[in-house]
């Protein structure tokens, strides 16, 4: 079965740099998000993207997120300036319709 | 704004044996989704079921089965036959449907409830 995959699987970075997170969503899909994880949180939210724009965000995704889809198959979040808050688990998942939405193994960013 | 609440931080079910988690949920949206999705300490994401809300009849899936309850919001998860392999955190999340342009179709995620299997 076709999955999603992201790299990479594990990042360490110091505070104030930035970081790009990718994923290479599932082939056929058309409907691509992010979501993140502080540990022993729940899973919440960032932004969703169609039609090579974004098509929502959560009061989290603020100006120092940003997301693109530079070819037909990766789909990245870049964190310009990271804070050590922003230490989480990213996901990254894709959907071919509105429906069943397919996750990647995650990113796990520390922040030093 | 959705809220999706599970009221059971942590469940533990003696292999298996059957284990219902629970979970409700708060919308104004008649039409939706309804999610169960895995965690295991690898901390991949993993669907194990999905519910529309306009079928009456439950969702089943092997030895995974909900209780879907539209009036009383509520969306229980039912393992039976459990192994070890369950144990997990388990989230349940739920998504609007939208009908037009591009909409949301953003998952909204309950807090988990940690499974543990006892062999």
């Known amino acids: 079965e076709p999955e999603v995959t992201q790299t990479p699987s594990h990042q360490v970075t110091q505070m104030g740099q930035e970081v790009i997170l990718r994923c290479v969503p599932i082939s056929n899909h058309l409907y691509f998000y992010w979501y993140r994880q502080i540990l022993g949180q729940k899973v919440e939210f960032l932004v969703s993207?169609?039609?090579?724009?974004?098509?929502?965000k959560s009061e989290i995704f603020d100006d120092q997120f940003s997301v693109e889809r530079p070819d037909g198959s990766n789909f990245t979040l870049k964190i310009r300036s990271t804070k050590l808050e922003d230490s989480a688990m990213y996901f990254c998942?894709?959907?071919?319709?509105?429906?069943?939405?397919?996750f990647g193994p995650g990113t796990r960013l520390t922040v030093t | 704004a959705q809220t999706v609440t599970q009221s059971q931080p942590e469940m533990s079910v003696q292999e298996a044996e059957t284990v219902t988690l629970s979970c409700t949920y708060d919308?104004?949206?008649?039409?939706?989704?309804l999610f169960w999705y895995k965690q295991p300490p690898s901390r991949q994401m993993i669907l194990v079921i999905r519910q529309e809300a306009y079928k009456q009849q439950n969702a089943t899936e092997n030895r995974f089965s909900v209780n879907f309850q539209k009036a009383a919001k509520s969306f229980s998860l039912k393992i039976s036959d459990s192994q070890l392999g369950d144990a997990a955190m388990y989230f349940c999340a739920y998504r609007r449907i939208a009908y037009s342009g591009a909409g949301s179709y953003q998952l909204t995620f309950g807090k988990g409830t940690k499974l543990s299997v006892i062999p």
């Open positions: 998942a894709s959907s071919w319709d509105r429906g069943k939405q397919y």
């Open positions: 993207f169609y039609n090579n724009e974004i098509s929502e």
């Open positions: 919308t104004s949206e008649s039409d939706y989704y």
